[in-house]
């Protein structure tokens, strides 16, 4: 099993930027699928991102063109870059990763990093 922790997030305006990332510890980092998820206050748990072992990238329809999911498998490290951000991106991101590819996330979900979109 792989350990992630998430990290980068904290208070930016609106329009503004912000790089989250998620180290892995584990020497097979590169095989999984790796997904950026969030949680606002009251909401479910929302799959924002992923990106598979080979590349290929996914995105809710709410982030299309705004985020971006990247990989670094030498540095063991996954990251989501945030555009445009608007209030209701605020949430606490949290990464996970998937060895099967159809979904199987880990059941440990690690503290996430906080995101608020505020003027």
């Known amino acids: 099993q792989v350990q992630l922790v998430a990290s980068g997030g904290g208070l930016v305006q609106p329009g503004g930027s912000l790089r989250l990332s998620c180290a892995a510890s584990?020497?097979?980092?590169?095989?999984?699928?790796v997904g950026w998820f969030r949680q606002a206050p009251g909401k479910q748990r929302e799959l924002v991102a992923t990106?598979?072992?080979?590349?290929?990238?996914n995105y809710v329809d709410s982030v299309k063109g705004r985020f971006t999911i990247s990989r670094d498998n030498a540095k063991n490290t996954a990251y989501l870059q945030m555009n445009s951000l608007k209030p209701e991106d605020t949430a606490v991101y949290y990464c996970?990763?998937?060895?099967?590819?159809?979904?199987?996330?880990?059941?440990?979900w690690g503290k996430g990093t906080q995101v608020t979109v505020a003027a």
């Open positions: 996970n990763a998937d060895l099967s590819g159809v979904g199987n996330w880990f059941p440990s």
């Open positions: 584990g020497s097979i980092f590169s095989f999984y699928t």
């Open positions: 990106i598979t072992r080979s590349g290929n990238t």
